[in-house]
């Protein structure tokens, strides 16, 4: 009867942490897609502001060219890009994306206003960055 009661433990020992691992698991891939979550709101919200002002959309490039999610500062000559990256930012706020100032953002405008925005985050726990891209044309 104690050899059951030992083995009823190990049993039970051995659910507890897969159940344990599992939790880690989903406790992972709950903030992956927080943070991509986050990263599509941003992207769709300097779209939004593009097709408000889709005239001036060229204006709105940021980093064309610059390998995807190269480490750099983000410097932009249209205010409202700028004012986007301060938000995308911003270590205070909670809606921003980790690791975001050290990696090169990118916004590409081609032919026919065709829009690619490249949002670029890297957690303090991950080894590699991640990046959430969003294309679209604005008719202008």
Request: proline content about 4%; charged content about 10%; aromatic content about 8%.
């Amino acid at each position: 009867m104690l050899i059951e009661a030992l083995v009823a433990i190990a049993i039970f020992s051995f659910a507890v942490l897969g159940i344990m691992g599992l939790q880690a698991t989903a406790i992972r891939t709950v903030r992956d897609a927080d943070y991509r979550a986050k990263a599509s709101l941003f992207a769709n919200q300097i779209v939004g502001q593009m097709w408000a002002d889709r005239f001036n959309v060229p204006t709105y490039a940021l980093n064309a060219g610059s390998t995807t999610c190269a480490e750099g500062t983000n410097t932009a000559a249209n205010p409202a890009v700028t004012s986007w990256l301060a938000g995308l930012t911003d270590t205070t706020n909670q809606g921003s994306l980790p690791g975001a100032a050290a990696l090169l953002q990118q916004i590409t405008v081609g032919a026919n206003n065709t829009v690619t925005v490249t949002l670029c985050w890297q957690a303090p726990q991950d080894t590699a960055p991640h990046n959430f891209t969003l294309t679209t044309q604005i008719q202008g």
